[in-house]
T-cell receptor, first 112, second 112 residues
Framework: SQTIHQWPATLVQPVGSPLSLECTVEGTSNPNLYWYRQAAGRGLQLLFY??????ISSEVPQNLSASRPQDRQFILSSKKLLLSDSGFYLC???????????FGQGTRLTVV | KQEVTQIPAALSVPEGENLVLNCSFT??????LQWFRQDPGKGLTSLLL?????REQTSGRLNASLDKSSGRSTLYIAASQPGDSATYLC???????????FGPGTRLSVLP
C-alpha cells in the first residue's frame, strides 16, 4: 500500500533562517507531488506541484522554492524565512491531477 | 478562475442527527470532486471521490452527491457521532490542469 511521510511535524525557526521540509512517498511510482500551505483561518493554498523528477511548477510567487531530486521525494525550501511564512504545510500525492489525492500529516511551522 | 465555497462555516449538532454539508464551485468544468476530513493539527484524510460523470458516492454513513451543472456538491452524514467532529473540506480538479482547488471547510462539532 502507498504511504506518505512528512517531517518534521513541528518546527520553530527564527526570521531569516533557512528552511527545509521533506516529503517522501512509498508504494507508488512517478506520482504527482504537491505542497500546500494552510494559514490560520484560511483554506489550503497550492504552492508547488511536480509531475516528475526536476519538474516544478509554482502557483504563487513567494519566498519559497521546491525541488524533486528523486521520483518519490519532494522538498520545500527557503533561504530566509519571513514571519508570513508561518503556517501549516501539507504534502500530497496523486497518480495524476485527476485522481484521488492523499495527504501527509503536515508540518506546523512557526517563524519567530 | 475556479472558486470553491462551503456553507456553513461551522456547525454544531447533537449526537444522532443527520446533517448536510454544502460545497459550491464557480466553474462547472470539473474533472472530479473530493471530500476530505481534517482533524485539528493533522493532515487531510480522503473520504469520497466523485468523478464528474457520477452523481453520488457512498461510504458507510457518508453519502456525497454531485450536481455538476449547478456547481454543487453535498456531503450527507447519517446518525452523526462525536467522532465525526472535524473540519470537512471539498476540493475540485478541472480540465485545466493538475491542481485541486479547495474550499475553506466546514467545522463540525457533534455533541454527546
Amino acid at each position: 500500500s502507498q504511504t506518505i511521510h512528512q517531517w518534521p511535524a513541528t518546527l520553530v525557526q527564527p526570521v531569516g533562517s533557512p528552511l527545509s521540509l521533506e516529503c517522501t512517498v512509498e508504494g507508488t511510482s512517478n506520482p504527482n507531488l504537491y505542497w500546500y500551505r494552510q494559514a490560520a483561518g484560511r483554506g489550503l493554498q497550492l504552492l508547488f506541484y511536480s509531475v516528475g523528477i526536476g519538474q516544478i511548477s509554482s502557483e504563487v510567487p513567494q519566498n519559497l522554492s521546491a525541488s524533486r531530486p528523486q521520483d518519490r521525494q519532494f522538498i520545500l525550501s527557503s533561504k530566509k524565512l519571513l514571519l508570513s511564512d508561518s503556517g501549516f504545510y501539507l504534502c500530497a500525492w496523486g497518480i495524476s491531477g485527476h485522481t484521488e489525492a492523499f495527504f501527509g500529516q503536515g508540518t506546523r511551522l512557526t517563524v519567530v | 478562475k475556479q472558486e470553491v465555497t462551503q456553507i456553513p462555516a461551522a456547525l454544531s449538532v447533537p449526537e444522532g442527527e443527520n446533517l448536510v454539508l454544502n460545497c459550491s464551485f464557480t466553474d462547472s468544468a470539473i474533472y472530479n470532486l473530493q471530500w476530505f476530513r481534517q482533524d485539528p493539527g493533522k493532515g487531510l484524510t480522503s473520504l469520497l471521490l466523485i468523478q464528474s460523470s457520477q452523481r453520488e458516492q457512498t461510504s458507510g454513513r457518508l453519502n456525497a452527491s454531485l450536481d455538476k451543472s449547478s456547481g454543487r456538491s453535498t456531503l450527507y452524514i447519517a446518525a452523526s457521532q462525536p467522532g465525526d467532529s472535524a473540519t470537512y473540506l471539498c476540493a475540485v480538479t478541472g480540465n485545466y490542469g493538475q491542481n485541486f482547488v479547495f474550499g475553506p471547510g466546514t467545522r463540525l462539532s457533534v455533541l454527546p
